[in-house]
């Protein structure tokens, strides 16, 4: 069974904080997506990485950073965390053949206060 | 470029009526069509998938969708609506070779006993 898993299922932190979000992926995708959702704006992409150590700016990519050192493994960072990136957060993994259907983990819901 | 347009961002059916959730895509080469579904508190979970060939396409959980070139439209339904088919439902398109998939803003199906 294919598999998505994200470090945290909720967190929250301080405005200013240097805050990481893992991904892990256990299917040998070649593909990693971070996502952020909320309410009415539906998925927007915040940054992809097609392999290790690449890496491609998503929709949204302002006050985030990323880092894929491992092929399974894609973390998102904000680096100094604040109010307006209180959001939950989706990680998915596609395979770079055939129909790239992705598959999600179960989110991090993310407060900064 | 590619887009995807969700008309209606809350439906409400009764048990056991047809649902139907609009979805209308642009996209300048021919498209991978998805549906996504949302429970609350989890990821997203691939329903169906249009790629090539049969236009009618059968996903999990009795939920079809039809891929209509000429309408620009990949509409998904199910004959009989089910109290557990509660959910946030998302389209999606991934247009020629970039690896990006492109989701629309999500509509709420709500099922009333």
């Known amino acids: 069974d294919v598999k998505v898993t994200q470090s945290s299922r909720y967190l929250v932190k301080r405005t200013g904080e240097k805050v990481f979000l893992e991904c892990v992926q256990d299917m040998d995708h070649e593909n990693m997506f971070w996502y952020r959702q909320d309410p009415g704006l539906g998925l927007r992409l915040i940054y992809f990485s097609y392999d290790v150590k690449m890496k491609e700016k998503g929709d949204i990519p302002e006050g985030y950073s990323v880092s894929r050192e491992k092929k399974e493994r894609f973390s998102l960072i904000l680096e100094s965390a604040s109010t307006n990136q209180t959001s939950m957060y989706l990680c998915?993994?596609?395979?770079?053949?055939?129909?790239?259907?992705?598959?999600f983990g179960p989110g991090t819901r993310l407060t900064v206060t | 470029a590619q887009s995807v347009t969700q008309l209606g961002s809350h439906v409400s059916v009764s048990e056991g009526a047809l649902v139907l959730l609009r979805c209308n895509y642009s996209?300048?080469?021919?498209?991978?069509l998805f549906w996504y579904v949302q429970y609350p508190n989890q990821g997203l979970q691939l329903l169906l998938k249009?790629?090539?060939?049969?236009?009618l396409v059968k996903g999990i959980n009795g939920f079809e969708a039809e891929f209509k070139k000429s309408e620009t439209s990949f509409h998904l339904t199910k004959p009989s609506a089910h109290m557990s088919d509660a959910a946030e439902y998302f389209c999606a398109v991934k247009g020629g070779g970039y690896q990006k998939v492109t989701f629309g803003t999500g509509t709420k199906l709500q099922v009333i006993p």
């Open positions: 996209s300048s080469v021919p498209p991978y």
């Open positions: 998915a993994s596609s395979s770079a053949q055939g129909v790239y259907e992705q598959y």
């Open positions: 249009y790629t090539t060939g049969a236009t």
